[in-house]
């Protein structure tokens, strides 16, 4: 595999249930991000992680929780959701300290009912 | 706070025309502006970018120029084809992991 990989591609899940979402980057990057894409707004920064440590956290709610257990692997922690939190979560890497080029994964299509 | 705006939010041109993109940017210190294209249900790529002291790059039949002066930077689709119809996306970076996106354009380029 190569770039930035995002599993599951598609999540159904109720306001009550517990799921996580997993990103891999195969690119050797320092950096990585979690957004959120939602119809006719710009992409919303949530979280950022440089060499495991998060760096940023704009305001984003508890039931969204990141966990990045080495520089290659990026985690989001679902829990008690809600439907406005129906998006495209996009995982991005970058190597900052060089170009600083973010990649993008192809996204976990997430649907809370 | 920073924003990115980003004109059009549609575009329809007939295939081989131009296609013109505009941002603007409210942040004076940011240094790194990349466009992003997006197809239906598929990952954001970089198709081309620049840097704040380079007012011009081209790539192809795409470009992209600055002008830091007013804050605008914009891209250019020349003879656009159908494989061109997308979603783009203007960002503009200022320091370390700090991107700011606009809200993106829909391409549709017309056969």
């Known amino acids: 595999e190569t770039g930035v990989t995002q599993t599951p591609r598609h999540l159904v899940m109720g306001m009550t249930n517990k799921k996580s979402l997993k990103c891999e980057q195969h690119?050797?990057?320092?950096?990585m991000y979690w957004y959120k894409q939602s119809a006719k707004k710009p992409l919303e920064l949530m979280f950022v992680y440089s060499l495991e440590e998060r760096v940023e956290n704009n305001s984003v709610p508890s039931r969204f929780s990141p966990e990045c257990p080495n520089s290659s692997h990026l985690f989001l922690h679902l829990h008690t959701l809600q439907p406005e939190d129906s998006a495209l979560y996009l995982c991005?890497?970058?190597?900052?300290?060089?170009?600083?080029?973010?990649?993008f994964g192809e996204g976990s299509r997430l649907t809370v009912l | 706070g920073e924003n990115v705006e980003q004109h059009p939010s549609t575009l329809s041109v007939q295939e081989g025309d131009s296609a013109v993109i505009k941002c603007t940017y409210s942040?004076?210190?940011?240094?790194?502006f990349p466009w992003y294209k997006q197809e239906l249900g598929k990952r954001p790529q970089l198709i081309i970018d620049?840097?704040?002291?380079?007012g011009e790059k081209k790539d192809q039949r795409i470009a992209v120029t600055l002008n830091k002066t007013a804050k605008h930077f914009s891209l250019h689709i020349t003879e656009t084809q159908p494989e061109d119809s997308a979603v783009y996306f203007c960002?503009?970076?200022?320091?370390?992991?700090?991107?700011?996106f606009g809200t993106g354009t829909r391409l549709k380029v017309l056969a």
């Open positions: 620049i840097r704040s002291n380079v």
């Open positions: 690119l050797g990057h320092n950096a």
């Open positions: 960002a503009a970076k200022s320091g370390t992991y700090k991107y700011i």
């Open positions: 991005a890497s970058s190597q900052e300290g060089s170009a600083g080029e973010l990649f």
């Open positions: 942040d004076s210190a940011s240094n790194y």
